[in-house]
């Protein structure tokens, strides 16, 4: 099974399609800005004057709110065509809900700043477009007329007509003529793809700036927020795992412990051979209180990770582990972040407790390096497979506490085997 | 051991989930003297071991299958309920004043609430056992200590002395003025003053009752 895995399509259409449907993209994007940007324009800047000019009498507000209304529609519109343009999905920003009474509701779109960007953007994007319209009607005007000049050249009335060239100061003629048109046509077809994406680009990336930076920041925070809970609600799971294993463990055997010790003070005087037989019992429970602590203090980070480092603490636990593990290690000189050494020392514990527990494997192998700016961690076993991401599962609290450093863990474990779990952090 | 109500020994009926801690506690109470008449393991089996053997106390570990919360606790609240003679001494790994509440909610003395640790110290268990066994009350220290850390701002409890505070803190854990005047190593009198001082701030009636003085200044703390 495999979760928080990140595919990226990959396009497969040959180059020359692609590059004809991106100059066909641009170009209607270019072309259809024009009417768009102009209506849009005339819209907000008259609403916007209508409505500061009548601001006193309240009306106003109610003139600026669908203004800003309209100029949502316009910039909705746009962020539509975007990715199609920049070749990269963006976030939609999230408009402030309209809530309460029908007055507040109706003013809602004054008191959020994307409305305002969205009305400052259909003004900004009106030369733009304009420009964008010229450009790519005029390319694609001459690029086209003079590829096909050679077909129409007949049909011009040629008396009192000086063409190009005669004003350039040429011998006149026809095929010099066809010649020197179709030329400037192809080049003009050629230059054409670059001249229509500039002016494209160009207005895409206003459209980008005004429209959508702010979703990406708001994206960013809620992404960071839903990490921090995901941290959060680990940690929640680990500590009442491990209140729960302290009182089942070590804190009863200390009770018990205390009780024997009181009860030997009182045979003291009276049967000094049971005393002597409950002290007995008594040294064994306090060597069982001993042994549950330091099982218990191998679920919390050891000191050798905070002393040695992530490789000599992975080292540590492979020896430890009750299948045979190979360990390959390829770590810089330097330490990492603590919090990224500790979750790589927990998905490697983890899964090498669910290698020993459930899958049967004769042999494990354990990858840990640097590829691409991230921190690979790799555990691979030869056993049975068939290791599920449940909720409450150790496994989950693994995903939860990847998610906490902005990692990713895969998790491949088909029925039959083997099982790969991969876990990839930033390299802090 | 002064561990007999009349001349027959105590009878005690424990309910405790670790067999660990139930085989050391059925020796530490057989070692002072008391009969285990029953040792059981949950709730449920608790209250029917109560109602078979109507013993004089029944010891019960709150956290116990199958919830592993607070089913000791319960438990202890029911078997209060059923079989009103029997006095019950909850003990617990943790303070909950919340357990203690619920405890001392019906008013009655004959019940006490004790960290386990308590446990080890044997004439401090035989002392409780004793005290609930007689229709008294026992609190932790650590309960007590709560009951006063969650008090508002404006409390009266807040215009008490430092001295005050204290002699009213173990007449909550259950002691009485002769008791206090040992541990705070004051005559009885003084004690008497204190405590009449201390019921005047607070506005409660002063008791001459022991139990019932008790169970007036939990009443109080508890809100």
């Given at each position: 099974?495999?979760?928080d895995?990140?595919?990226?399509p990959?396009v497969?259409?040959?180059?020359?399609s692609?590059?004809?449907?991106r100059?066909?993209?641009?170009?209607?994007?270019?072309?259809?800005s024009l009417?768009?940007?102009?209506l849009?324009?005339a819209?907000?800047?008259?609403g916007?004057?209508?409505?500061?000019?009548?601001?006193?009498?309240?009306v106003?507000?109610?003139?600026?709110?669908?203004?800003?209304l309209?100029?949502?529609g316009?910039?909705?519109l746009e962020?539509?065509?975007?990715p199609?343009?920049l070749?990269?999905p963006?976030p939609r920003?999230?408009?402030?809900?309209?809530?309460?009474?029908?007055?507040r509701?109706?003013?809602?779109?004054l008191?959020d700043?994307q409305?305002?960007?969205d009305a400052l953007?259909?003004?900004?994007?009106?030369?733009?477009?304009?420009?964008a319209?010229?450009?790519?009607?005029t390319?694609?005007?001459?690029?086209l007329g003079?590829i096909?000049?050679g077909?129409w050249d007949?049909a011009?009335?040629?008396?009192?007509?000086?063409?190009l060239?005669?004003l350039?100061g040429?011998?006149?003629?026809?095929s010099?003529?066809?010649l020197?048109?179709?030329l400037?046509?192809?080049l003009?077809?050629?230059v054409?793809?670059?001249?229509?994406r500039?002016?494209?680009?160009?207005q895409?990336?206003?459209?980008?700036?005004?429209l959508t930076?702010?979703a990406?920041t708001?994206a960013?925070?809620?992404?960071?927020s839903?990490g921090r809970d995901?941290?959060?609600a680990a940690?929640?799971?680990?500590l009442?795992?491990?209140e729960r294993d302290i009182h089942?463990g070590p804190q009863?055997?200390?009770?018990?412990?205390g009780?024997?010790l009181?009860r030997?003070?009182?045979?003291l005087d009276?049967?000094p051979?049971?005393?002597?037989t409950?002290?007995?019992?008594?040294?064994v429970?306090?060597r069982?209180a001993l042994?549950?602590?330091?099982?218990l203090?191998?679920?919390?980070?050891p000191?050798?990770?905070a002393?040695?480092?992530l490789a000599?603490a992975?080292?540590a636990?492979a020896a430890?582990?009750p299948v045979?593990?190979?360990?390959?290690v390829?770590?810089?000189g330097?330490?990492?972040?603590p919090?990224?050494?500790?979750?790589a020392?927990?998905?490697?514990?983890?899964a090498?407790a669910?290698?020993?527990?459930?899958?049967?494997a004769d042999v494990?192998?354990v990858?840990?390096?640097?590829?691409g700016g991230?921190?690979?961690v790799?555990?691979?076993d030869d056993?049975?497979?068939?290791?599920l991401?449940v909720?409450?599962?150790?496994?989950?609290?693994?995903a939860?506490?990847?998610?906490a450093?902005?990692?990713?863990l895969?998790v491949d474990?088909?029925r039959?085997?083997p099982?790969?779990?991969?876990?990839?952090?930033?390299?802090a | 051991?002064?561990?007999s109500?009349?001349d027959?020994p105590?009878?005690?009926?424990?309910?405790?989930?670790?067999v660990l801690?139930?085989e050391g506690l059925v020796?530490?109470?057989e070692?002072?003297?008391?009969?285990?008449?029953?040792?059981?393991g949950?709730?449920?089996?608790?209250?029917r071991?109560?109602?078979?053997e109507?013993?004089?106390v029944?010891?019960?570990?709150?956290?116990?299958?199958p919830?592993?919360?607070?089913?000791?606790?319960?438990?202890a609240?029911?078997?209060?309920r059923?079989?009103?003679g029997?006095?019950?001494?909850v003990?617990?790994?943790?303070v909950e004043v919340t357990?203690?509440d619920e405890?001392?909610?019906?008013?009655r003395?004959?019940v006490?609430?004790?960290?386990?640790d308590?446990?080890t110290d044997?004439?401090?268990?035989l002392?409780a056992?004793?005290?609930?066994?007689?229709?008294?009350?026992?609190?932790?220290?650590?309960v007590?200590?709560?009951l006063?850390?969650r008090?508002?701002a404006?409390?009266?409890?807040?215009?008490?002395t430092p001295?005050?505070?204290e002699?009213l803190?173990?007449?909550a854990?259950?002691?009485?003025?002769t008791?206090?005047?040992?541990q705070?190593?004051?005559t009885?009198?003084?004690v008497?003053?204190?405590?009449q001082?201390i019921?005047a701030?607070?506005?409660?009636?002063p008791d001459e009752?022991r139990?019932?003085r008790?169970?007036?200044t939990l009443a109080?703390l508890?809100?």
């Amino acid at each position: 099974m495999t979760t928080d895995t990140l595919v990226m399509p990959s396009v497969t259409a040959p180059p020359h399609s692609r590059r004809l449907r991106r100059v066909l993209t641009d170009s209607g994007y270019a072309v259809l800005s024009l009417p768009v940007g102009v209506l849009f324009s005339a819209v907000v800047v008259t609403g916007v004057a209508a409505g500061i000019g009548t601001v006193v009498v309240w009306v106003g507000l109610a003139v600026l709110a669908l203004t800003l209304l309209a100029a949502r529609g316009s910039a909705t519109l746009e962020r539509a065509q975007l990715p199609a343009v920049l070749g990269h999905p963006l976030p939609r920003p999230a408009y402030l809900p309209a809530e309460g009474g029908p007055v507040r509701r109706l003013l809602t779109p004054l008191r959020d700043p994307q409305s305002w960007l969205d009305a400052l953007h259909a003004v900004l994007r009106l030369p733009l477009a304009v420009l964008a319209f010229a450009v790519t009607v005029t390319s694609w005007a001459v690029a086209l007329g003079g590829i096909t000049y050679g077909l129409w050249d007949w049909a011009l009335p040629q008396e009192g007509n000086e063409d190009l060239f005669e004003l350039l100061g040429f011998e006149g003629g026809t095929s010099l003529r066809i010649l020197g048109y179709t030329l400037i046509g192809l080049l003009a077809a050629a230059v054409l793809p670059f001249a229509v994406r500039a002016v494209a680009v160009l207005q895409a990336q206003l459209g980008r700036v005004l429209l959508t930076s702010r979703a990406a920041t708001q994206a960013e925070l809620g992404r960071l927020s839903r990490g921090r809970d995901a941290a959060v609600a680990a940690e929640a799971v680990a500590l009442r795992r491990l209140e729960r294993d302290i009182h089942d463990g070590p804190q009863q055997h200390l009770v018990r412990l205390g009780m024997d010790l009181s009860r030997a003070q009182r045979q003291l005087d009276r049967d000094p051979s049971a005393a002597r037989t409950t002290l007995a019992e008594a040294g064994v429970l306090a060597r069982e209180a001993l042994e549950e602590l330091r099982a218990l203090s191998r679920g919390i980070a050891p000191p050798v990770l905070a002393d040695r480092g992530l490789a000599a603490a992975l080292a540590a636990l492979a020896a430890r582990s009750p299948v045979p593990v190979e360990l390959a290690v390829d770590l810089p000189g330097e330490r990492l972040a603590p919090a990224t050494e500790n979750t790589a020392y927990f998905v490697v514990s983890e899964a090498l407790a669910n290698v020993a527990k459930h899958s049967g494997a004769d042999v494990c192998r354990v990858e840990v390096g640097q590829v691409g700016g991230v921190l690979r961690v790799v555990v691979e076993d030869d056993g049975a497979g068939g290791a599920l991401l449940v909720p409450g599962h150790g496994l989950a609290g693994l995903a939860d506490r990847l998610r906490a450093v902005d990692g990713v863990l895969t998790v491949d474990s088909p029925r039959g085997g083997p099982t790969r779990t991969v876990a990839e952090l930033p390299w802090a | 051991m002064g561990v007999s109500p009349g001349d027959r020994p105590l009878r005690v009926v424990l309910g405790e989930d670790s067999v660990l801690l139930r085989e050391g506690l059925v020796r530490l109470l057989e070692e002072a003297g008391t009969t285990v008449a029953a040792a059981v393991g949950d709730g449920p089996s608790l209250v029917r071991a109560v109602m078979a053997e109507r013993p004089d106390v029944a010891v019960v570990d709150v956290r116990m299958p199958p919830t592993h919360t607070d089913e000791g606790l319960r438990a202890a609240v029911e078997v209060r309920r059923l079989a009103p003679g029997t006095a019950v001494l909850v003990l617990s790994q943790y303070v909950e004043v919340t357990y203690a509440d619920e405890l001392l909610a019906d008013g009655r003395g004959g019940v006490g609430y004790l960290l386990k640790d308590r446990v080890t110290d044997l004439d401090q268990l035989l002392a409780a056992l004793d005290e609930v066994v007689a229709g008294g009350t026992v609190l932790d220290p650590q309960v007590v200590a709560q009951l006063f850390a969650r008090r508002r701002a404006d409390d009266p409890v807040r215009r008490l002395t430092p001295r005050e505070r204290e002699v009213l803190g173990l007449i909550a854990e259950g002691h009485s003025n002769t008791a206090i005047a040992r541990q705070l190593v004051v005559t009885p009198g003084a004690v008497e003053k204190h405590t009449q001082r201390i019921f005047a701030k607070l506005g409660l009636a002063p008791d001459e009752e022991r139990n019932s003085r008790v169970m007036a200044t939990l009443a109080y703390l508890r809100g």
